[in-house]
T-cell receptor, first 109, second 115 residues
Framework: GQNIDQPTEMTATEGAIVQINCTYQ??????LFWYQQHAGEAPTFLSY??LDGLEEKGRFSSFLSRSKGYSYLLLKELQMKDSASYLC??????????WGAGTKLIIKP | ETGVTQTPRHLVMGMTNKKSLKCEQH?????MYWYKQSAKKPLELMFV???????ENNSVPSRFSPECPNSSHLFLHLHTLQPEDSALYLC??????????????FGSGTRLTVV
């Protein structure tokens, strides 16, 4: 079966760096997404990786290793507004999105 | 308006009621999706429409009935629901089916409580 694993919850300190990991086992691979979802709000697109390596967008970076079935989302200079759930999703060979359960990130002052 | 709009934001209904959820997108996208989001579980894909044609129905109970009258609107009709159907129902759209690169644009969801 298809599976996406990510930690349920993480805690970090304002101003620090946090890395949220995602491992996947899917039928084929057409890219990996990260979404951010604040409580009671819509998930919003953060990044898309289809090739191995690191993609940087301001304070957020996303890394992919297709051979290891592994990705991470790196958040730098954490701010209180970064408290949210972070969803990892993989586009499989049928172009269907397979979702992880999300990682709830709690930022403490 | 831009983006994906869902109404209502909150809905409480009894098990014998009939209600409908509405989704509207003004992005010119050709694909629309209904998802169910329950606490600590992955998003569950319920229905997929591409160019107003249903292309996916992931074994969803018949008490959920989708309707896509045009490429901008999507409805989810609900009847005789069960308490376990209480969840956040999210609508999403994408340029084309399974769009890579830009992903999906989500609405803020309807928080459904079945009593």
């Amino acid at each position: 079966g298809q599976n996406i694993d990510q930690p349920t919850e993480m805690t970090a300190t304002e101003g620090a760096i946090v890395q949220i990991n995602c491992t996947y086992q899917t039928s084929g691979f057409n890219g990996l997404f990260w979404y951010q979802q604040h409580a009671g709000e819509a998930p919003t697109f953060l990044s898309y990786n289809v090739l191995d390596g690191l993609e940087e967008k301001g304070r957020f970076s996303s890394f992919l290793s297709r051979s290891k079935g592994y990705s991470y989302l790196l958040l730098k200079e954490l701010q209180m507004k970064d408290s949210a759930s972070y969803l990892c999703a993989v586009l499989d060979s049928n172009y269907q999105l397979i979702w992880g359960a999300g990682t709830k990130l709690i930022i403490k002052p | 308006e831009t983006g994906v709009t869902q109404t209502p934001r909150h809905l409480v209904m009894g098990m014998t009621n009939k209600k409908s959820l509405k989704c509207e997108q003004h992005l010119g996208h050709n694909a629309m999706y209904w998802y169910k989001q329950s606490a600590k579980k992955p998003l569950e894909l319920m229905f997929v429409y591409s160019l107003e044609e249903r292309v996916e129905n992931n074994s969803v109970p018949s008490r959920f009935s989708p309707e896509c009258p045009n490429s901008s609107h999507l409805f989810l009709h609900l009847h005789t629901l069960q308490p376990e159907d209480s969840a956040l129902y999210l609508c999403a759209s994408s340029q084309t089916l399974g769009e890579p690169n830009y992903g999906y644009t989500f609405g803020s969801g309807t928080r459904l409580t079945v009593v």
